[in-house]
């Protein structure tokens, strides 16, 4: 394995080990490069979204960083909200059980 893969890996199993509620989106950039580092994080940490970023034009690229920026902000306030109110709900019942 190259020395940078294996210095990646370590870094994010060292960030996974302590933070476990990290929402992960990637941006597929440069195809063999980027396949690469896709299929090392999925060996860490499963499966995320890749967002095609892949193109020539820079008017299209900004148009594609801006749709999937936002789609994965939304997507994460979205399981965040959803989560969280699960939990206050969890800790509501607990609490009128008490």
């Known amino acids: ?3 940078h893969i294996a210095a990646a890996k370590d870094c994010i199993l060292r960030v996974t080990e302590y933070i476990k509620e990290i929402d992960y989106f990637f941006g597929k950039i440069k195809k063999k490069k980027t396949d690469t580092m896709i299929q090392v994080f999925r060996s860490i940490i499963d499966e995320f979204p890749v967002f095609d970023l ?4 820079p008017i299209d690229l900004i148009n594609k960083f801006f749709g999937v920026t936002n789609s994965s902000i939304t997507t994460s306030v979205t399981l965040t909200s959803s989560l969280g109110s699960r939990i206050k709900s969890a800790n509501s019942s607990k609490q009128r059980r008490d």
């Open 1 to 3: 394995m190259y020395s």
């Open 54 to 57: 892949l193109g020539g034009d």
